[in-house]
C-alpha cells in the first residue's frame, strides 16, 4: 500500500500538471515589474500595483499577484472585490515602501486595503510603511498631524490567509481586520519602536473565525487588540514585547456595541510589556459584553500588569457619566500563567460596580514580583474560583 502510494502520487501529479498545462487552467500572473513598477524605491509604482491587482481579480481562473525583490515605493492601493475568481496569491518578494511624505497615506486611513475579497493569500514580503516621520508629528504637538494609515488591512472579506508578512513602523495600526470571516495571520513579524503611538500590532473586530498563529510583535501599542463583535477569535504562539500586551478592549465606548464571545488565547510570551493578558472597558453605559476568554499557557517576564481587568477606563475623565462600565464580562479562564511582574500587584480585577466580573476562573498562576518577591492580586467588584497553584494569593 505505502509502496503503491510512493508512485502513485508523483503519476497522479504529472498527470494533473500536463491536464493543467494542456488546458491551461494553471494560474495567471501579474508581475507588478512587468507592468511598470520599479525596484528603485523612489518611483511611484501604485499604478502598476493596481494594474496587477484588477488583471487577478478580474480573471476568472487562479491568479497571482507578483511582487518580485527589489524596494517598491507604492501609495494607497485599493485591492477591492468581488472578484472573477476565489484564488488570489500575492506573493511579495520584496518590500513595499510607503512616500516619505506622510501625509500621503495618513489621511487615507489605509496604505494596503483588502475590502470585499473572497480566497485571498498574501504571502511573504515587508511593509515599510516609514512612520517615523509621522510619530514626531504627532509627539510634537502639532495639530497638522494626520491620524496616519493602518498598514495593511482586511475588511469585509472572507476565506483570506496573511502569512509570513513583515510590517515594520506602520504610521497606524499594523495589521487590522474588520467585518470578516475566516482570516487566518501566520508567521506575521511586526516591528516597530515600544514609544511608537498607536502601532497597534494586528487589531481584530465585527469578525468571526480570525487566528492568529505563530507571530512575533514588537511595537508601540497593543501587541492584539480585540474589538466589539470578535467572536471565535484564536491566538496562539504569539510573542509579544516590547507594547502594551494582548488586549480585549478598549470595549464599551458606544451604547450599543456587539459582544465578544469565545476568544482562545494560548503559549504566549510577554517580554517587558506594559500588560500581560488584559481586559479594558470604558466606565460608560453600554450593552458590550465578553462572555468566554480562555487565557493558557502565558508566560511573564517583567511585565508591569500581567493579569487585569480595567473597567474603569476614561481617558481625561470626560464623558463617564458616574464613572461606571455597562460591559458585562463573565467566563474568563486563566489557566497555567507564570513569570515575573514588574510591579507588586500582578493580579488586578477591577471591575463595575453596575455589572461585577463572574465566573473567573484560575488554575496553575504562578507570578512573582521581580522574580522572587511574593506579588499580590488586586479585586473589586469580581468573583471567581482558584485552583491548583494561586500565586498571588487570590482576592476573590
Ligand atoms: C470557539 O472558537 C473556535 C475557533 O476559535 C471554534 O473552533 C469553536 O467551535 C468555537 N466554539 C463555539 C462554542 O462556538
Ligand atoms: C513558582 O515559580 C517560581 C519561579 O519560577 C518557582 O521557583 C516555584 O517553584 C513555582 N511555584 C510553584 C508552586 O510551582
Redesign the pocket.
Known sequence: MAMANRLFLPLATIIATVIFTVLGVSAATYNVKSLGAKPDGRTDSTKAFMAAWLGACGSTKAATVYVPRGRFMVGGLRFTGPCKNGAIRVQIDGTLVAPSNYFVLGNGKFWLLFHGVQGVTIAGGTLDAQGAGLWACKSSGSRNCPDGATSLAIFNSRDVVVYGVSSINSQMFHIAVNGCSNVKVVGANVVAPWNSPNTDGIHVQLST?V?ILNSKISTGDDCVSIGPGA????IEGVACGPGHGISIGSLGKDLNEQGVR???VKRVTFKGTENGLRIKAWARPSNGFVN?VLFQNAVMTNVENPIVIDQNYCPGSKNCPRQVSGVKISNVRYQDVHGTSATKVAVKFDCSKKNPCRGITMQDVNLSFKNQLPAAAYCVNAGGTTSGVMKPTSCF
Do not use: F, R
Not at 467572536?231 to 484564536?234: E, V
Open positions: 473565525g487566528s467572536t471565535n477569535l484564536w469565545n476568544v482562545t468566554g
